[in-house]
């Protein structure tokens, strides 16, 4: 596949709908910046990459770090710095319990992961659009973000911060040519319970037992579509759902 001469900023690559979501601009043309904070996986996901005819550049940092994402930024090599779309990705869930029994550090994890990472990325990334006067932000919210379910509390509050926040972004940044778009996934199968459940596969796994849950190419396909409308079309948002399940908190599971 030819370049398109489009850059791609995609965070949380390393796995999950970040990786497929490369991949999926990758095979469309999109040359890639990807990041994560697994070097390792990033390696690989450029090596995969190599023969798609596009340019990869990748780099491993927390985006919970302010100083860390601002020296990613200011290290950008010149060629990498017009990004013509980001991708806001990275976030996780971390526990899963009710408010008066949960554990302060995995509030923190969540809040500083899924709404200040993301407000760190989006606003250097502005700067750059905004020396271009275009661009196309897409936020990876999530049904949390839009509905409550029980034990999700401070993840929910998180995604509906950044629900509030896409609005926000779309609002202000229209007047800079930048688009912005919203995307929530309902359950899709990831590392995201493995994250949640803090590495108990058996936990993990039984979320998606007995229905047919998204995968990550389902959203990477939502991302392309979205990035890909004809100039002056903005998609708002997309919400996306396995057919099991009608909202979240609720799946319609099949017993043997």
Not at 39 to 46: G, H, I, P, Q, S
Not at 109 to 124: A, E, P, R
Not at 197 to 218: M, P, Q, R, T, W
Request: charged share 25%; proline share 2%.
């Amino acid at each position: 596949m030819k370049s398109l001469n489009k850059t791609a900023l995609v965070t949380g690559a390393t796995s999950g709908i970040g990786k497929a979501t490369a991949i999926m601009l990758a095979n469309h043309g999109f040359d890639l910046i990807i990041c994560g904070r697994r070097t390792d996986r990033l390696a690989e996901l450029k090596k995969l990459l190599k023969n798609k005819g596009v340019e990869i550049y990748f780099e491993s940092f927390d985006i919970r770090k302010l100083d860390e994402v601002n020296h990613f930024f200011e290290s950008l090599p010149q060629r990498w710095k017009k990004i013509d779309v980001l991708i806001n990705n990275a976030g996780l869930a971390s526990g899963l319990s009710s408010i008066d029994k949960g554990e302060i550090d995995d509030w923190e994890k969540m809040l500083d992961t899924n709404v200040k990472g993301l407000l760190y990325v989006t606003k250097n990334t502005i700067q750059l659009m905004q020396e271009s006067q275009s661009g196309h932000i897409i936020n990876i919210v999530s049904i949390a973000g839009k509905e409550v379910y029980p034990y999700g509390n401070v993840y929910c509050a998180s995604k509906f911060a950044v629900d509030a926040l896409t609005k926000a972004m779309r609002r202000e940044l229209a007047e800079k040519n930048i688009k912005v778009t919203g995307i929530y996934p309902g359950a899709v199968e990831t590392e995201f319970s493995l994250v949640r459940f803090k590495g108990d596969n058996a936990k993990a796994s039984k979320v998606y037992e007995g229905f047919e849950n998204l995968v990550a190419e389902d959203i990477a396909e939502a991302v392309l579509w979205s990035i890909t409308r004809p100039e002056h079309v903005n998609i708002n948002e997309i919400v996306i759902m396995p057919k099991a399940q009608p909202a979240a908190g609720i799946i319609i599971k099949k017993i043997d």
